[in-house]
């Protein structure tokens, strides 16, 4: 097996610090009710400790909703240096059962703590 690199682009941070993201809705198809989003810490996913919190500034907590077109804003503030210099983080958002079944998507974002 070899190695190879890969080059991505991320939001720096240090810790204590917080910034602000904006983030737009997009849906392929019209929904006839808003649907959630939610930002989660990808280092919990498997129990793992937490290096990132996140606010909607809309909601004023982890979870916002809106519409296709709407643009929100996530502030994420690095609470603790993750091991690795980076921390992902991944966008859930998903609609309810009034248009016609569970919709959902997923996006992922990069943080990482600039080497000085």
Do not use: C
Not at 23 to 44: I, M, R, Y
Not at 88 to 114: H, I, T
């Amino acid at each position: 097996m070899g190695t190879s690199t890969v080059s991505t682009t991320g939001l720096p941070l240090t810790v204590g610090q917080t910034k602000t993201v904006a983030v737009e809705l997009f849906s392929n198809g019209p929904l006839t009710d808003k649907w959630n989003v939610q930002a989660v810490d990808t280092s919990t996913v498997n129990g793992g400790s937490r290096y990132l919190s996140f606010v909607w500034k809309e909601a004023g907590g982890q979870t916002a909703t809106g519409q296709n077109g709407d643009i929100l804003h996530l502030e994420i503030t690095m609470t603790s240096p993750p091991p690795l210099i980076a921390d992902g983080f991944l966008l859930l958002s998903g609609a309810g059962s009034g248009d016609g079944g569970v919709v959902g998507s997923s996006s992922m974002g990069l943080v990482y703590e600039p080497i000085e």
